[in-house]
């Protein structure tokens, strides 16, 4: 079909390979739907939330609390998110998945596994079962979106802390760790491990500070803590990278392992999935690590301006679609991507042909 689809294109009123990415994402669409006129008309935002114990080790501007905060404003419509995704005519999904919020939020489905991760720079984040069950979350709720007729999901999130574990998923599955000889021992306190003999060899260029960004807004000196905390919980959890699911359970979070799903199960449905952020692409990258065929489903939406998620593009084949210097998450990059989805659907049905022009292909 996608030879068909590429056909098709060569043949519009155009030079070939003019219209650039929206060539590749219409037969790429083609592909997964099995027409060369695919379509995006039923959209969807699925927005992840959970909380995180590393937290407590002071790697955020904002306390955990104000993720059910934003989970409570996800629900009235008033997240950017929600406002982007009016404009393009997407429904938005908000799952509890893991938050530390008591009882349920009126508007958001509850699927909690459990009431936030524990603290990764200590011991593991979750169990293997619990990332398990996050994962059947996100399952669960494509498959719902599947029989609802949805053709693309955005991936969304909420979780203060979270782009933490981000980061530490980038370094393992990526290999940018830092040398044994400056690792951060597990005893050393959070402040030695950001500003002892392991800051010191992470400001002289380690690989693993450099996919450390500034998720809600730290300064210098806290990146360089945020590095260490990182720094200490993969020597503390000695994840294996051959096992994507033990990855996940000692280093991610809730709500990652949640879009993990949503990522697998749209591989099983051929459901075409836009990637945001650093959080987005982290899930969408240990889905890879578990299912490689998965990234067939995958456009990566924007560039964020963390600096892990370039590379986990990198790592899974992505080009970003869109580079408008964001880092908000919830999804708002993937949302701003869906008309470019929508503009290459309407192309390749609504343009005309050399044929219709009564002339050769050129």
Request: hydrophobic share 45%.
């Given at each position: 079909m996608m030879q068909a689809a590429k056909e098709r294109w060569d043949f519009l009123t155009k030079p070939p390979g003019s219209l650039g990415k929206l060539e590749e994402i219409g037969i790429r669409l083609a592909g997964l739907q099995g027409t060369v006129f695919p379509k995006v008309d039923k959209r969807?935002?699925?927005?992840?939330?959970?909380?995180?114990?590393?937290?407590?080790?002071?790697?955020?501007?904002?306390?955990?609390?104000?993720?059910?905060?934003?989970?409570?404003?996800?629900?009235?419509?008033?997240?950017?998110?929600n406002v982007l995704a009016r404009q393009m005519s997407s429904d938005v999904l908000?799952?509890?998945v893991g938050s530390r919020v008591e009882g349920e939020v009126p508007g958001v489905?509850?699927?909690?596994?459990?009431?936030?991760t524990a603290n990764f720079a200590k011991g593991p984040a979750m169990s293997r079962?619990?990332?398990?069950?996050?994962?059947?979350?996100?399952?669960?709720?494509?498959?719902?979106?599947?029989?609802?007729?949805?053709?693309?999901?955005?991936?969304?999130?909420?979780?203060?802390?979270?782009?933490?574990?981000?980061?530490?998923?980038?370094?393992?599955?990526t290999s940018?760790?830092?040398?044994?000889?400056?690792?951060?021992?597990?005893?050393?306190?959070?402040?030695?491990?950001?500003?002892?003999?392991?800051?010191?060899?992470?400001?002289?260029?380690?690989?693993?500070l450099q996919l450390v960004g500034r998720g809600t807004g730290i300064d210098d000196e806290k990146v360089l803590h945020k590095a260490g905390v990182?720094?200490?919980?993969?020597?503390?959890?000695?994840?294996?990278?051959?096992?994507p699911l033990d990855v996940l359970a000692k280093l991610g979070g809730l709500e990652i392992a949640g879009l993990v799903g949503v990522v697998l199960g749209a591989w099983e449905r051929k459901i075409a999935v836009l990637v945001d952020g650093v959080i987005a692409a982290a899930a969408a990258l240990v889905a890879?690590?578990?299912?490689?065929?998965?990234?067939?489903?995958?456009?990566?939406?924007?560039?964020?301006?963390?600096?892990?998620?370039?590379?986990?593009?990198?790592?899974?084949?992505?080009?970003p679609l869109l580079t408008l210097d964001m880092r908000l998450g919830e999804g708002t990059g993937a949302v701003l991507a869906m008309p470019l989805l929508e503009a290459s659907c309407r192309l390749v049905e609504e343009m005309a042909t050399f044929a219709d022009l009564g002339l050769d292909k050129p």
């Amino acid at each position: 079909m996608m030879q068909a689809a590429k056909e098709r294109w060569d043949f519009l009123t155009k030079p070939p390979g003019s219209l650039g990415k929206l060539e590749e994402i219409g037969i790429r669409l083609a592909g997964l739907q099995g027409t060369v006129f695919p379509k995006v008309d039923k959209r969807a935002v699925v927005v992840m939330c959970g909380d995180h114990g590393v937290t407590e080790e002071g790697v955020s501007a904002f306390p955990s609390e104000v993720t059910g905060l934003m989970m409570q404003n996800f629900a009235n419509g008033k997240a950017a998110v929600n406002v982007l995704a009016r404009q393009m005519s997407s429904d938005v999904l908000v799952v509890d998945v893991g938050s530390r919020v008591e009882g349920e939020v009126p508007g958001v489905i509850s699927r909690k596994v459990r009431q936030g991760t524990a603290n990764f720079a200590k011991g593991p984040a979750m169990s293997r079962e619990e990332a398990e069950q996050a994962i059947a979350v996100g399952v669960e709720i494509v498959e719902q979106l599947h029989q609802q007729g949805v053709q693309v999901v955005a991936l969304g999130e909420m979780g203060i802390g979270n782009t933490t574990p981000s980061a530490a998923l980038a370094a393992v599955f990526t290999s940018k760790s830092v040398p044994e000889s400056s690792r951060a021992t597990s005893e050393g306190s959070a402040k030695d491990a950001g500003h002892g003999k392991a800051g010191t060899a992470l400001a002289n260029g380690s690989t693993l500070l450099q996919l450390v960004g500034r998720g809600t807004g730290i300064d210098d000196e806290k990146v360089l803590h945020k590095a260490g905390v990182i720094e200490r919980a993969i020597e503390v959890n000695q994840p294996d990278a051959s096992d994507p699911l033990d990855v996940l359970a000692k280093l991610g979070g809730l709500e990652i392992a949640g879009l993990v799903g949503v990522v697998l199960g749209a591989w099983e449905r051929k459901i075409a999935v836009l990637v945001d952020g650093v959080i987005a692409a982290a899930a969408a990258l240990v889905a890879v690590k578990m299912q490689s065929q998965a990234k067939e489903i995958l456009f990566a939406s924007h560039l964020s301006q963390e600096p892990a998620h370039l590379v986990m593009l990198q790592e899974m084949g992505l080009q970003p679609l869109l580079t408008l210097d964001m880092r908000l998450g919830e999804g708002t990059g993937a949302v701003l991507a869906m008309p470019l989805l929508e503009a290459s659907c309407r192309l390749v049905e609504e343009m005309a042909t050399f044929a219709d022009l009564g002339l050769d292909k050129p």
